[in-house]
C-alpha cells in the first residue's frame, strides 16, 4: 500500500500538523527554496541532518573518479515519464523498439521501453485494490470459519500457519475497515461544515480573538463549525490567514482526506476483487511472470512520481528540487503498488524484472502487515542478491517497533535471528530537520532490523501533471538513500550491496537525544559524503574510468547488533 502520510489529519491530526510547524515559517513553503532542498544539507556546517549531497560529489571527483550511469527501479504506484523534472533521466530500454507491438528484446514484455506494469492487462489498469488482511479474511473465512465445524477444525490444525495469518488478519481487518469507515464519516462532516465556517467568520481572519468572539449559536451545525473554528485556530497552518484563504486551504485539506479515505471502502470490501477482470492473470499461478502492460504511470502515480524525483530530478523553469542522484541515475518505472496493498507475487516478478533489465538498486516504498507469499518474495530477495542488485526498504508509518509489528517484506525470516537471510536490503527509516525531534513521529524503528534513518519529512518532489508537491513518509526516506546508494556505485561500479550498506551505517552522522541511537543500526542520519570516504577508503578497487589506483584495504564486516525479540 502507498504509505504517504496525510498532509492534513485532521481533529485527530492536528497535533500532527501543529509538531510539524512548530516554528511559525515567515516564508510560504511553496516559495522556500531553503525547505524545499533541505534533505541535501551538510550537518557539519548547517546543523541539518541533511544528507551532504554536493561535498559527496566533491569528494569523489577529487579523487579522478569519473562516473557510470546507474538505474534505478522504482516500485512503486507509477512514474510520470514525462514530467520535465524527470524527463532527462528516465531509463530507456536499448533494446526494444518503441511501440512496434513486438517483444523486440524477447524478455516476455511488449514495448517495455520505460519499465512495466504488473498491476495492468489489456482490460486497463489497477487503481484501487484490496488491502491484503482483506484477501486473507475472504480466502480463508471459509475454511477456518465455514458452516461445518469439524471441517474447521480439522483444516486449522492442518495448516497452522494459514491459520495464525487469518486470525492476525481478522483482528486488523475489523480494526482498520471500522476506523476508516469512522474516518470518512468524520472528514466528509467537517467538508460539509466548511460553509459553515466560513459564515462564522464574517469575512475576518482566523485569529483566536476573532473566533471567540463569535457568539454561540443554537443551530447545531454552527455550534460543531465554531468547535472546529477554535481548534484552527491553534495550528500555525490557519492561523492568520484570511477568511478567503481558510476555504480554500480547508477545501484543500478536506478533498485530500476523502480522497485517502474513500477509496478505503473498497480496500475493507471481502467481496470487492478487480484482479481477475482487469489484469487477466491467475493470481494463484506465482509462476507466472508473463502478465501486465507498459502504462509506466497508471492511474495514480503521486506516490511514485514522488520517489522518483528524489532520487534523480533535474531542475528545471524555476524549481530549484534536485534527487541526491540527478547526475549520475536513471529511473525504471515498475508500476506493482495499487491504492491498496502490493500484491505478493507482483512484487516477486517487478523485482526480478528490474534485475533482469539492468537495474542495479531496487526502491521499495511499500509494505504490509501479512504476507501470504512471502517465500516467493524472499526468493526474489535472494535473487537479486545474487545478481548483485541493492534493496531499498522503508520502514513503515506505523509508529512501531518493526520486530514486535513486521512490516512485509522483510529480510528477517523471524525476528529472533542474529542477522537478515540476505545481505543486500537495506531499511530505511524518516527523520526530520528538526535536532530535537529528530526521529519522525510516524516512522518505524528498531535498532536491529532499521539500518539508517534518512530525511523524509517536509520533502518536496515531483508529482504528476508536472507539479512539485510536499510528502512526508519513511517512502520518501528510502528513495533518499536509494539515491545516496547509487551516487557510491556510479563512482565506484565494484561496491556489492553489503559494502554499500556498511558505508552508509558505519558513516551516518549519529545522535543520541530523545534516544534516537536507539532507533536504528546506524543510530543516526546518513551522510553521503562520508560514505563516499569510508567507500573509497575501504572497498574501492582502482578502477574506473579514469584508470586510477590505490591499495585495497580488507573489507570490514558490518555490525549487526542483536536486537531485543519483541509503513508505507
Known sequence: MK???????????????????????????????????????DYATAKVYGVNTENAYKFLESKGLKPTTVVVGVLDSGVQVDH????????????????????DDGNGYIDDIHGWNFIGGKNGDIDVDNMEVTRVVAKYKPVFEGEDSAKNKANQAKMPEEFAMYMKSKELFSKKSMEAKQSMQTYTMINDLIPNMVKLLNGKSVTAENI??????????????????????QSPEFKGKSAADFEKEMKSQMKEAIDHFGPQSKQYDLSYDPRKEIVGDNYDDYSEKNYGNNHYEGPDAEHGTHVAGIIAGLPQGKEVQHGVASKVAKIMSVRTVPNGDERDKDVANAIRYAVDNGAKILNMSFGKPVSPGKNVVWDAFKYAQDKGVLLVKAAGNENEDVAEHLAYPTNFKNVTDEKPFVNNVIVVGASTNRNNELRADFSNFNKKMVNVFAPGEEIYSTVPHNEYRYLQGTSMASPVVAGAAAVLLSYMPNLKPDQIIESLVKSSNPSTENQFGDFSQAGGVIDLKKAAEYAYANFYNGKSSSGAKKAVKPAKKVNKPAGKAIKL
Open 212 to 233: 471567540a468572539a463569535i457568539k454561540p449559536s443554537t443551530d447545531q451545525k454552527d455550534a460543531i463549525a465554531l468547535q472546529i473554528l477554535n481548534q484552527v485556530a
Open 3 to 41: 504509505k504517504v502520510l496525510l498532509a492534513a489529519v485532521f481533529l485527530a491530526g492536528f497535533s500532527f500538523t501543529y509538531a510539524q510547524e512548530a516554528q511559525v515559517k515567515t516564508v510560504d513553503p511553496k516559495e522556500d527554496k531553503d525547505l524545499m532542498t533541505w534533505y541535501h544539507k
Open 84 to 103: 520535465p523534472g524527470l524527463v532527462k533521466n528516465i531509463w530507456t530500454n536499448p533494446n526494444e523498439v518503441p511501440n512496434n507491438g513486438k517483444d
